[in-house]
């Protein structure tokens, strides 16, 4: 069956570059959610998209924007990095809506030098 | 607002031990209560779910958990320990379509 595929998996940027990840959701799942996981930490949400539409927003810098396109893709924009935002980024998209279960890609670790 | 506390950032057993690793929750509606497992330099993987139904869910790997509502408890248990079973597990809590609240993560040590 078919995942939550996002990419890169790794990067590597030096301060105040830009980078943007892609997260591509299962078929037909409608809802995707982006978390950052710091090194030793919990995944904190940053952001949440629904029918293309900012749904909730959580702990997401300035800094940070992101969207979802027309095919329910979404992507991740990340401007002026800092060495603070070396993570695991992790994009989930939603189930049945009668579970709240969430799957999960497998990640792209960014690496800011 | 939902919330979720894991109890003891570190567990250590030994091999064929009971683990029990323990997460309270916080939430002023229904929860939805998850389980996941993260090997290192790995991804999320979802080892159970409650949802509604029967309190008692049974996952992956041999590991079950109880939500009890009464102690706003989802506590994770497996009989015997096997050595793969070394992981960080996170707790989550959402309700119906909202976010994913994380706990802070039990590191799962398993000693021969």
């Known amino acids: 069956a078919a995942g939550v595929i996002q990419s890169p998996r790794h990067l590597i940027k030096e301060k105040r570059e830009t980078a943007t990840l892609k997260c591509y959701p299962i078929p037909r799942h409608d809802t995707v959610y982006w978390y950052q996981q710091g090194p030793g930490q919990d995944p904190q949400f940053l952001i949440s998209?629904?029918?293309?539409?900012?749904?909730d927003k959580g702990s997401i810098p300035d800094r940070f924007s992101a969207q979802q396109f027309s095919d329910y893709h979404s992507e991740l924009n990340m401007s002026s990095l800092e060495l603070g935002d070396s993570a695991l980024y992790f994009c989930?998209?939603?189930?049945?809506?009668?579970?709240?279960?969430?799957?999960f890609g497998e990640g792209s670790r960014l690496t800011v030098l | 607002a939902q919330s979720v506390t894991q109890l003891g950032s570190h567990v250590s057993v030994s091999e064929g031990a009971l683990v029990l690793l323990r997460c309270n929750y916080s939430s002023s509606v229904p929860p939805y209560l998850f389980w996941y497992v993260q090997y290192p330099n790995q991804g999320l993987q979802l080892l159970l779910k409650y949802t509604t139904g029967a309190t008692l869910v049974k996952g992956i790997n041999g590991f079950e958990a109880e939500f009890k509502k009464s102690e706003t408890s989802f506590h994770l248990t497996k009989p015997s320990a096997h050595m793969s079973d070394a992981a960080e597990y996170f707790c989550a809590v959402s309700s119906y379509t909202d976010k994913l609240i994380f706990g802070t993560g039990t590191r799962l040590q398993v000693f021969p």
């Open positions: 989930a998209s939603l189930g049945q809506k009668n579970t709240g279960e969430l799957f």
């Open positions: 998209f629904y029918e293309k539409m900012q749904s």
